[in-house]
């Protein structure tokens, strides 16, 4: 957040193609790898509304499974398996941090960061 505010003050009056007002047909790729950190990138952060799509790139099924699935927290989604050379797709996320991992190989484990998207800079809530 210091970075974009550092760029938008640099930038002064120049419009700054900040695009995540209009993310509707955007998608955020994340990598399936045979070799650390196998989910690339191993956190990903991602505005709320655009696409996930987890790309098989490995010669091995693997799933993409929310570590809610394996306890009794909610479940917020389970790929089940994932052929090489195919992919699995969320639509959106609600604004969270999701663990994930692989049920077939369980040292497989990646973060999805979904955050608000912030295009406009809100003032501090003043409550008194
Ligand atoms: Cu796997």
Request: proline share 8%; aromatic share 8%; with cysteine.
């Amino acid at each position: 957040m210091r970075i974009v505010s550092t760029i938008v003050v640099l930038c002064g009056m120049v419009l700054i193609p900040i695009h995540l007002g209009a993310v509707e047909s955007e998608v955020y790729y994340i990598a399936m790898e045979g070799s650390a950190p196998y989910y690339s990138p191993f956190i990903a952060t991602i505005p709320s509304g655009v696409m996930v799509q987890w790309i098989n790139q490995t010669a091995t099924a693997h799933t993409v499974t929310h570590i809610g699935c394996l306890r009794e927290n909610p479940c917020a989604f389970d790929s089940g398996s994932v052929a090489p050379g195919n992919s699995f797709a969320l639509p959106s996320l609600e604004a969270g941090t999701y663990h994930y991992y692989c049920r077939l190989h369980p040292i497989m484990r990646g973060v999805v960061n979904v955050v608000e998207p912030r295009v406009k800079r809100e003032g501090p809530s003043v409550s008194g």
